[in-house]
């Protein structure tokens, strides 16, 4: 009698709900935020321009224009946050992928007691020695699989941790003073990921956002085939 595992890919299946979820829930529900945005913006400058064009008083039509401005302004900014949170969102949902992936191979590659790597490691940097580990797979030689990876993560991070503000104020001790601190300008983001910052904050954009898209997606469905191969590969060998 063939074993179910052979009819059932749980992998493919998380290669699927990731995808699902990425365009569905992340992507589509920014896309249509956006669209609810972008009416209401239309809308507001609408009301501003009647409005400036049946005043008379200059003053009223001053602060008129300045507030055509500002509603364009808040426009690109809310546009910004939903990019970034898109970012942070895929990031999160990734790992989910990744570590989904892990659990299914229970059965065929049992996890080692005490876990990959130790706490001072990132999350994917401990999910790629636990594949390696476990699976063999040789992230050396698909370099370019993951290389959107760590940027992805240290991106998620300003965001998430600062505020998306790329450069921050540091603080550390003084030891030149008695109980004082030293406050620094922390501009180590902005000069090692000029890509995505603008005007001193964390900017995702829109190119920057569909290719981490398209990487994750990508790179889920590799490691889906890989373990699955190695899945068909232990059962077939069971006697």
Do not use: C
């Not at 609810?36 to 001053?62: C, F, N, R, Y």
Request: a negative charge.
């Amino acid at each position: 009698m063939n074993s179910p595992l052979l009819e059932i890919d749980s992998y493919d299946d998380e290669h699927q709900q990731f995808q699902w979820d990425v365009y569905m829930l992340i992507e589509n529900t920014r896309r249509a935020t956006s669209l609810h945005l972008g009416a209401k913006v239309e809308t507001d400058l609408a009301d501003i321009k009647a409005a400036i064009e049946k005043s008379h008083d200059a003053e009223a039509q001053q602060y008129l224009v300045d507030e055509h401005v500002d509603v364009l302004e808040t426009y690109s900014r809310q546009e910004q946050f939903l990019r970034n949170m898109a970012l942070v969102a895929l990031s999160s949902r990734l790992t989910h992928a990744l570590r989904n992936m892990t659990k299914s191979a229970e059965s065929f590659a049992p996890r080692k007691k005490g876990g990959y790597g130790h706490r001072g490691m990132s999350e994917y940097r401990r999910l790629w020695m636990e594949y390696t580990e476990r699976f063999g797979i040789d992230f050396t030689a698909n370099a370019d699989r993951i290389a959107f990876v760590e940027p992805m993560r240290e991106v998620r991070n300003q965001i998430v941790h600062e505020g998306a503000e790329a450069e921050t104020y540091k603080f550390q001790e003084d030891i030149d003073w008695n109980d004082g601190v030293l406050a620094f300008m922390d501009d180590s983001f902005s000069k090692k990921y000029p890509q995505y910052v603008s005007d001193g904050d964390v900017a995702v954009s829109e190119g920057q956002l569909t290719e981490a898209v398209k990487a994750a997606i990508s790179l889920v469905g590799w490691l889906a085939k890989e373990l699955r191969a190695q899945e068909l590969d232990s059962i077939t060998k069971k006697p």
